[in-house]
């Protein structure tokens, strides 16, 4: 268990600093041209791997099953992107820490784990955390409708990456981990290259030489960390290595400060000890 929790630990320090690329470039780009050309960068990578490692061919049914994490991914990218744009760093994994309560509440759902009263209280203690992060926002004279913008998307992203997660967690120890990653990578660049001739001209925005640079480093990051993860949800629960969430908080700290001058607020981390708190009586078995 210790192996795969640190590997796990390894892929959260991965997406972590992709997630710091992605709100630097959130300054100048829109969300769906962020996203598109993130899945694009990252399914050149993902195929150069399997071309030198060469994987078992994939059958139709590994293809189909792990097309819903495609279509999940879209929506998680797509909406945690927007709130990066919208929220500092350390916040906005603050709040996607939810993850793990829910990731629970779709184990029993979906995997058939058993769910009991723990779970709903923990998420009611997590709502909470939630709302002491997100409180202070509102309280002044003029309120920031960003932060409300930014805190929803969080919630929608944690919700659909929670869910993928259980997913991954019913694939991962039937299939590849280059393959799941693959597909995933694949089917949203595809998901998102359909929808975007019939998105308005002012989404696309023109790309300099070092804007390539910095989306050919959240490609390569992104594929680098969900290859980890998935290596690590082969070899353990998903319940348990959920927690390993956690320390994506001190890496947000870590690269907020370093990065954007972003300093932790006090109920910020308040607001996490919470959550924390929440998701580990959730996964607790």
Same mark, same amino acid.
């Given at each position: 268990?210790?192996?795969?929790?640190?590997?796990?630990?390894?892929?959260?320090?991965?997406?972590?600093?992709?997630?710091?690329?992605?709100?630097?470039?959130?300054?100048?780009?829109?969300?769906?041209?962020?996203?598109?050309?993130?899945?694009?960068?990252?399914?050149?990578?993902?195929?150069?791997?399997?071309?030198?490692?060469?994987?078992?061919?994939?059958?139709?049914?590994?293809?189909?099953?792990?097309?819903?994490?495609?279509?999940?991914?879209?929506?998680? *990218? =797509?909406?945690?992107?927007? &709130?990066?744009?919208?929220?500092? +760093?350390?916040?906005? $994994?603050? #709040?996607? %820490? !939810?993850?793990?309560?829910?990731?629970?509440?779709?184990?029993?759902?979906?995997?058939?784990?058993?769910?009991?009263?723990?779970?709903?209280?923990?998420?009611?203690?997590?709502?909470?955390?939630?709302?002491?992060?997100?409180?202070?926002?509102?309280?002044?004279?003029?309120?920031?409708?960003? *932060? =409300?913008?930014?805190?929803? &998307?969080?919630?929608?992203?944690? +919700?659909?990456?929670? $869910?993928? #997660?259980? %997913? !991954?967690?019913?694939?991962?120890?039937?299939?590849?981990?280059?393959?799941?990653?693959?597909?995933?990578?694949?089917?949203?660049?595809?998901?998102?290259?359909?929808?975007?001739?019939?998105?308005?001209?002012?989404?696309?925005?023109?790309?300099?030489?070092?804007?390539?640079?910095?989306?050919?480093?959240?490609?390569?990051?992104?594929?680098?960390?969900?290859?980890?993860?998935?290596?690590?949800?082969?070899?353990?629960?998903?319940?348990?290595?959920?927690?390993?969430?956690?320390?994506?908080?001190?890496?947000?700290?870590?690269?907020?400060?370093?990065?954007?001058?972003?300093?932790?607020?006090?109920?910020?981390?308040?607001?996490?000890?919470?959550?924390?708190?929440?998701?580990?009586?959730?996964?607790?078995?």
């Amino acid at each position: 268990m210790s192996r795969a929790f640190a590997i796990a630990v390894l892929a959260v320090g991965l997406l972590s600093a992709m997630d710091a690329l992605i709100k630097a470039q959130a300054v100048a780009f829109p969300t769906p041209q962020i996203a598109l050309l993130r899945f694009a960068f990252g399914t050149l990578f993902i195929l150069a791997a399997m071309a030198l490692a060469r994987p078992p061919r994939p059958s139709l049914d590994t293809v189909l099953a792990n097309s819903w994490r495609a279509v999940l991914g879209v929506a998680t *990218a =797509l909406a945690f992107y927007y &709130a990066l744009g919208r929220l500092p +760093l350390a916040e906005t $994994l603050a #709040l996607s %820490l !939810l993850s793990p309560c829910f990731t629970a509440l779709f184990g029993a759902l979906l995997l058939g784990e058993h769910v009991g009263r723990p779970i709903i209280t923990a998420l009611i203690i997590g709502l909470l955390g939630m709302l002491v992060i997100v409180a202070p926002k509102f309280g002044g004279a003029t309120p920031s409708y960003a *932060a =409300l913008q930014g805190s929803a &998307a969080v919630l929608l992203s944690t +919700l659909t990456y929670s $869910l993928s #997660l259980v %997913l !991954l967690r019913s694939r991962a120890t039937r299939d590849h981990p280059m393959t799941i990653v693959a597909v995933q990578n694949a089917g949203s660049l595809l998901l998102l290259a359909a929808f975007a001739p019939f998105l308005p001209s002012e989404f696309w925005l023109p790309v300099t030489t070092h804007d390539l640079f910095n989306f050919t480093g959240i490609g390569l990051l992104g594929i680098a960390g969900h290859l980890v993860i998935a290596k690590a949800y082969s070899m353990a629960p998903a319940a348990r290595l959920a927690v390993a969430d956690y320390t994506a908080l001190i890496f947000a700290a870590l690269f907020g400060y370093l990065f954007f001058a972003e300093t932790p607020a006090l109920t910020t981390v308040a607001g996490a000890a919470l959550i924390i708190t929440a998701s580990l009586a959730a996964t607790r078995r």
